[in-house]
């Protein structure tokens, strides 16, 4: 017959796939009578049935045959086995795939104690400084881990989003259990976040947040089909995202901090390296960062001084004028340790050389930055906290302690609630940790066992007389205050200390 003739409806029957493709890889033995005849007889079917075509049922009738085939018994303990099965599929991939960082980590972990083990020295406290494996050793090691953390990311996420799938047929089949489903899609989350990281030096160890998260993933499924039998167990409030966004944005940021430090280091090693003035200018606007970090052992590294020490050394062949707009540019840095640090750093590369104007122009540019500051302001020492020591002892030598004395004292004296402040910004920073392996970092702190010659430390001493209970109670800042004030005395105060109440 002719096409449209095969296409009229008296023409269609309904197959299933198999004998579809048997009529149609062997016509010569399904005649047309014969399916007329299977035809006939589906008809007649429905007829008996009493099933209509679907054009001639309403939309609640499409509604209700849809609920009904969800909701059948076997689509419900289909859904739930095919949910069990992608949790578990879950749980032994996550686990799986965390074996290799583990396995890096631990590496990562021997190689580095075995040098912080070879050498090591003193601070000021009688503590240990450990020596740290070279920077290109440290960030082979770190590539590695994230990069097996990325693997293993890729692996979880997959498996994950299959769990997600099998979770909504669930959310559907079964209505009732939409508290518990939203516990387990959060579980799944809680995976698929702690999978991607890895505690970081000084600490190799996990820090559970994966092995809570496989927990948790196992409890909130013992919990659902604990449900589905009538079991109910209390569902937990929704899980917090894992605290790691913060953490995460931090790494990333220092992660670039030191890709940074490492691509300028080169021209600290040598001097004959051509001026790179994006790099330049690069490592200047990061001192602000670096501003962040204390300078102890740990941080050093990264922080203010080695930055702006970089910044300068990567200059070291520019031109006198181009140094001397440089000078300009750093001079409006802020906050002002960040301006101080790159101007101090270039006053060091150029003094007793011949370019020595280029270190007067620099030195000059301090004193006049820092003098012009009004700081019996408290928001002059804003951003200033942790590196005041630095800006004060550079001023200090370049002009005098007494000056520097002076300074601080008429500060104080016009706005005597910017001692703690004060107290607190001038400290040298110390940091302990703990002398066996894994030498976790213990504390860091502020010390005037240094004895800073410029310190108004009489004038700290007479105003807090009377203010010590306040100093040392309440916050732990005041507390810090506190401490550091009973330290001057000691040092400074030639028998005399504040009005310390009895014990």
């Known amino acids: 017959m002719d096409p449209e003739h095969n296409r009229a409806f008296e023409n269609l029957l309904l197959l299933c796939k198999e004998d579809h493709a048997l009529v149609d890889d062997y016509p010569e033995q399904f005649p047309a009578e014969t399916l007329r005849e299977w035809k006939a007889s589906q008809l007649k079917e429905c007829d008996e049935l009493g099933y209509r075509p679907f054009g001639s049922m309403s939309d609640q009738e499409v509604e209700e045959v849809q609920r009904q085939s969800i909701e059948s018994e076997d689509v419900r303990s289909d859904s739930l086995l095919r949910l069990v099965r992608s949790v578990e599929q879950l749980r032994q991939v996550s686990l799986g795939a965390r074996n290799k960082p583990a396995k890096i980590a631990q590496t990562w972990k021997v190689a ?5 083990h070879s050498s ?10 450990y020596a740290e494996p070279p920077r290109v050793e440290t960030e082979h090691y770190r590539s590695l881990l994230i990069a097996a953390l990325g693997d293993a990311s890729g692996e979880v996420v997959e498996v994950a989003q299959a769990a997600r799938t099998e979770l909504a047929a669930v959310r559907v089949s079964h209505g009732f259990l939409e508290a518990y489903c939203d516990w387990i899609s959060s ?3 809680f995976v698929e976040a702690s999978s991607k990281r890895w505690p970081s030096p000084p600490s190799f160890d996990d820090d559970e947040q994966f092995d809570e998260s496989i927990a948790g993933l196992q409890t909130a499924h013992d919990a659902l089909i604990k449900a589905t039998r009538g079991e109910l167990t209390p569902v937990p409030m929704p899980m917090p995202e894992p605290e790691l966004q913060a953490e995460d944005a931090l790494q990333v940021l220092v992660a670039e901090h030191e890709s940074l430090l490492e691509r300028a280091r080169p021209f600290n090693r040598v001097k004959h390296k051509p001026y790179d003035p994006e790099l330049r200018e690069e490592l200047a606007s990061s001192t602000a960062l670096a501003s962040q970090l204390p300078e102890t052992p ?12 970089l910044a300068v050394a990567v200059a070291r062949n520019a ?15 802020r906050p002002i340790c960040a301006a101080v640090a790159l ?21 000059s540019a301090i004193v006049e930055l820092v003098r012009g500051e009004d700081w019996a302001r408290a928001d002059s020492w804003k951003g200033n906290e942790l590196h005041a020591n630095r800006i004060f002892g550079f001023l200090s030598s370049l002009t005098s302690a007494d000056e520097v004395r002076r300074m601080l004292s008429a500060a104080m004296e016009l706005e005597p609630g910017i001692m703690p402040t004060v107290v607190l910004s001038c400290g040298t920073w110390f940091e ?6 894994p030498n976790k970092l213990r504390s860091i702190g502020r010390t005037y066992r240094t004895r800073p010659e410029w310190f108004p430390a009489q004038e700290v001493l007479t105003l807090a007389e009377g203010r010590f209970a306040e100093l040392d109670s309440g916050s732990e800042q005041n507390a810090e ?10 040092i400074y105060g030639e028998g005399r200390t504040p009005d310390e109440p009895d014990v």
């Not at 090591?120 to 400084?129: C, I, K, L, P, Q």
């Not at 101090?344 to 020595?356: D, G, I």
């Open 432 to 437: 302990r940790s703990d002398p066996l392996p």
């Open 187 to 189: 579980a799944i989350d």
């Open 298 to 309: 740990n941080f050093v590294p990264l922080g203010i001084t080695s930055t702006s020490r």
């Open 343 to 363: 101007l101090a750093e270039t006053y060091r590369e150029f003094n007793e050389t011949e370019k020595s104007a280029i270190a007067i122009a620099a030195g």
């Open 112 to 116: 580095r104690d075995q040098v912080r």
């Open 481 to 490: 205050v506190g401490s550091l004030i009973l330290e001057i005395a000691e």
């Open 319 to 333: 031109d006198s004028d181009e140094l001397m707009t440089l000078i300009s540019k750093d001079k409006l840095r």
């Open 120 to 129: 090591f020295a003193w601070d000021d406290e009688g503590e240990r400084v």
